[in-house]
């Protein structure tokens, strides 16, 4: 079959049959993507958060500041790197490694394109389409969190064993509301597979159809990725820096970069998930054939940068959660709201799989609504009248019956003598 009659077959056909050569050119180029989209990341953060702060910003290195990420990262390559002498060295070095891999492995399975013309061959920017893509890119972020587990563990210190611990519980909490929240979309689109998952969002979008379920994922990425107002692994205020505060030079770098290249795995994955992928706006599916196709990589990453503006906003407006505060949402919250979403996508799907009036469905969900709101109208109430109660058995508690002396104010003769001195 010629390359030129490929243009008929699917997404996973193309990518199945591109050569090794080209398999390798492809990861080149997404990996020189993350990099450059790291190093604008961290700019437009700086300049975004200035502005809001009513500051300036990186002005000084390249136009607009746009090369104070390249001297940052140069400065930190050339700094002295440090081990401390209680740590473990080998997990030590380790560490930052695992972070920073695995959120580029990620990338293998996210469409960021449609079909295109490279080197001659049509092929799609998407290294392979497994059947189970969104499972491995799960898979792929729940061992990224052993390179920050393994940074604290290893340091030989209290706070970064301390925000390790910190980022294992917290990602253990927030993967389990992530994946539930992924089920609904599962259910829709019959398939785990990212490429099936953005073809089935040809109609309408599955952040509106799966609304709640958009709200839970993006709450839940950014506890996924340690970013605030959830950044409690690496609390300075508590932690002096968590998991990575004896970390120096090129591994402190491997954690930066790991961070923000997270941050654009998960916004991926809600661009892929949620917003349609590559595809354009409804109204503007004619731009998709710009440029041989090459102008869906625009619309991607506008999607993308939508949801990195989102991570800047939350930091520059939020104050950091105490840490009970943040598990109490995550367990009691969270994944409740996503187990009975899950619930009522299945009972919906199933009846208009099964020819249901659509005033039926219409009703169900209202009246699913109403039992909900009414449930945590009771739980409200319940909860204020056991405050009521606490605070009532606090006031008629007895007197205690041994004397209790009365403490009054008093000046020692020191003090006294002191005063006098100053007032002659």
């Known amino acids: 079959m010629s390359r030129i009659g490929g243009q008929g077959m699917s997404t996973s056909e193309l990518i199945g049959a591109d050569p090794g050569w080209l398999i390798l050119v492809k990861g080149v180029l997404i990996f020189v993507i993350c990099v450059v989209a790291t190093l604008l990341s961290i700019w437009a953060e700086r300049r975004i958060v200035a502005r809001m702060q009513v500051r300036v910003g990186p002005n000084r290195a390249g136009k607009f500041g746009l090369l104070q990420s390249l001297a940052d990262g140069v400065k930190l390559a050339l700094k002295e790197d440090l081990i401390p002498k209680a740590a473990d060295r080998v997990v030590f070095v380790i560490a930052p490694i695992i972070s920073a891999t695995t959120c580029f492995m990620a990338f293998a399975v996210v469409p960021m394109t449609g079909k295109v013309r490279l080197f001659g061959h049509t092929t799609a920017m998407q290294l392979t389409d497994l059947p189970v893509g ?80 958009f709200i839970i994922y993006v709450i839940s990425m950014v506890g996924e990725t340690n970013r605030a107002p959830f950044d409690l692994a690496e609390a300075e205020g508590e932690l002096v820096g968590g998991f990575h505060t004896e970390y120096s030079s090129l591994k402190f770098a491997l954690f930066f970069l790991a961070e923000y290249v997270n941050m654009v795995v998960v916004s991926s994955l809600a661009t892929t ?152």
């Open 273 to 424: 998930l949620f917003l349609g992928g590559y595809h354009a706006l409804p109204g503007l599916g004619f731009t998709e054939t710009w440029l041989g196709g090459w102008f869906t990589l625009v619309w991607f990453f506008a999607k993308v940068i939508l949801f990195f503006f989102l991570f800047v906003w939350l930091r520059g407006t939020l104050p950091r959660l105490r840490y009970d505060q943040f598990m109490q949402f995550g367990w009691k919250v969270l994944i409740p709201v996503s187990l009975l979403w899950i619930m009522i996508v299945s009972t919906l799907r199933v009846m208009s799989q099964q020819g249901a009036p659509r005033f039926v469905i219409v009703g169900f969900t209202f009246g699913v609504l109403l039992l909900v709101f009414a449930a945590a109208s009771l739980f409200d109430k319940a909860k204020e009248k056991r405050k009521l109660e606490d605070k009532e058995s606090l006031n008629a508690f007895p007197a205690p019956s041994f004397p209790v002396p009365v403490l009054t104010p008093q000046i020692s003769t020191q003090a006294s003598i002191g005063t006098e001195e100053i007032n002659d």
């Open 134 to 213: 969104v499972l491995y890119v799960l898979a792929i972020a729940s061992v990224g969190v052993y390179g920050i587990v393994l940074a604290g563990w290893s340091s030989g210190s209290t706070y970064p064993l301390l925000g390790g611990l910190r980022s294992s519980a917290q990602v253990i909490s927030y993967e389990v509301a992530m994946g539930l929240s992924l089920v609904a979309v599962f259910i829709y689109s019959g398939s785990m597979s990212t490429s099936s998952i953005i073809d089935a969002q040809q109609k309408w979008w599955f952040g509106v159809v799966l609304f709640p379920s």
